[in-house]
């Protein structure tokens, strides 16, 4: 089974930026589709980008233009750049892997998620 392990989640003011980091082992790691959910208190985990073995990304209205989603295949790591960030953003994030065709993702595999909290 591929492995999926995340960082980069924290405290930030709206407005503000992170970036989140998942490293995977396991598999081959140029070939795999790889995702972001989230999933605030009370609410449904919910998709919110992915990105094909060949660079293709795709990403929910909510965040476009807002976040940008890679991938760096030397260092077997994708990434979630995360911009103008909202308090409705709060929410832990799964990095994922799984079948990716154009904007369609079903996820396979799942990291153990990092907290982001939006605040004042």
């Known amino acids: 089974q591929v492995q999926l392990v995340e960082s980069g989640g924290g405290l930030v003011q709206p407005g503000g930026s992170l970036r989140l980091s998942c490293v995977a082992s396991?598999?081959?790691?140029?070939?795999?589709?790889l995702g972001w959910y989230r999933q605030a208190p009370g609410k449904q985990r919910e998709w919110v980008a992915h990105?094909?073995?060949?660079?293709?990304?795709n990403y929910v209205n909510f965040v476009k233009g807002r976040f940008t989603i890679s991938r760096d295949n030397a260092q077997k790591t994708m990434y979630l750049q995360m911009n103008s960030l909202k308090p409705e953003d709060t929410a832990v994030y799964y990095c994922s892997e799984g079948i990716g065709r154009g904007n369609l993702f079903r996820p396979n595999n799942w990291g153990q998620g990092t907290q982001v909290n939006v605040s004042s």
């Open positions: 990105i094909t073995s060949d660079g293709h990304t």
């Open positions: 396991g598999g081959i790691f140029s070939t795999l589709a």
